[in-house]
């Protein structure tokens, strides 16, 4: 089946780095989709990756390993705002979205 | 401008009532989507219109219908509601077809229907 795997939640500090990874099983493989998800809110896009390697933007990096089903979203410097959840998603060969659960981010001074 | 915006944001209702949610995108895409976010924060699709036809209708049961008058509207209506019916609902839009560059989903702000 296709499934997708994100830890429930991490804790960091403000001003330091942090890594959320996420593997993926899918039916075929399109793409990679980190979206951020503050509460209460809708989720809002950060980031694409189909080739292999890293992607920067910003305070924001995004990596993905095809033949690993693995990816990750490195947030640098950061800032109580980043505090959200952030999901993971994979595109499958029909190009639909298998969504993971999302990562909780806790922010602490 | 909201991109995507949706109404009402709340709901709160009786079990057995129909009620609707409205959704509207001004980003000129061809794809939308109703997604049902529930209290585990699975974001699961539950329909997926592309150019007012409908492409992808997962396991729902049939007091879900939705309705797409044109590509810039999907709204969904839901008959006889339950309790498991309480979750927040997400449109969303896309540029729909198979350029992976365009496959960018954009939500709307969600709407928190609560079945009491």
């Known amino acids: 089946g296709q499934n997708i795997d994100q830890p429930t939640e991490m804790t960091a500090t403000e001003g330091a780095i942090v890594q959320i990874n996420c593997t993926y099983q899918t039916s075929g493989f399109n793409g990679l989709f980190w979206y951020q998800q503050h509460a209460g809110e809708a989720p809002t896009f950060l980031s694409y990756n189909v080739l292999d390697g890293l992607e920067e933007k910003g305070r924001f990096s995004s990596f993905l390993s095809r033949s690993k089903g693995y990816s990750y979203l490195l947030l640098k410097e950061l800032q109580m705002k980043d505090s959200a959840s952030y999901l993971c998603?994979?595109?499958?060969?029909?190009?639909?979205?298998?969504w993971g659960a999302g990562t909780k981010l806790i922010i602490k001074p | 401008d909201t991109a995507v915006s949706q109404t009402p944001k709340y709901l709160v209702t009786q079990m057995g009532n129909d009620k609707s949610i409205k959704c509207e995108q001004n980003?000129?895409?061809?794809?939308m989507y109703w997604y049902k976010q529930d209290s585990k924060k699975f974001l699961k699709i539950m329909f997926s219109y592309n150019n007012k036809e409908l492409i992808i209708n997962e396991t729902v049961p049939n007091r879900f219908s939705p309705k797409s008058p044109d590509k810039a509207h999907l709204n969904l209506h839901i008959n006889s509601l339950e309790l498991g019916d309480s979750a927040v609902y997400f449109c969303?839009?896309?540029?729909?077809?198979?350029?992976?560059?365009?496959?960018?989903?954009?939500f709307g702000e969600g709407s928190w229907l609560t079945v009491v």
């Open positions: 980003l000129g895409h061809d794809t």
């Open positions: 998603a994979a595109m499958d060969s029909n190009y639909q979205l298998i």
């Open positions: 969303a839009s896309s540029r729909g077809g198979t350029e992976l560059s365009g496959n960018t989903i954009y």
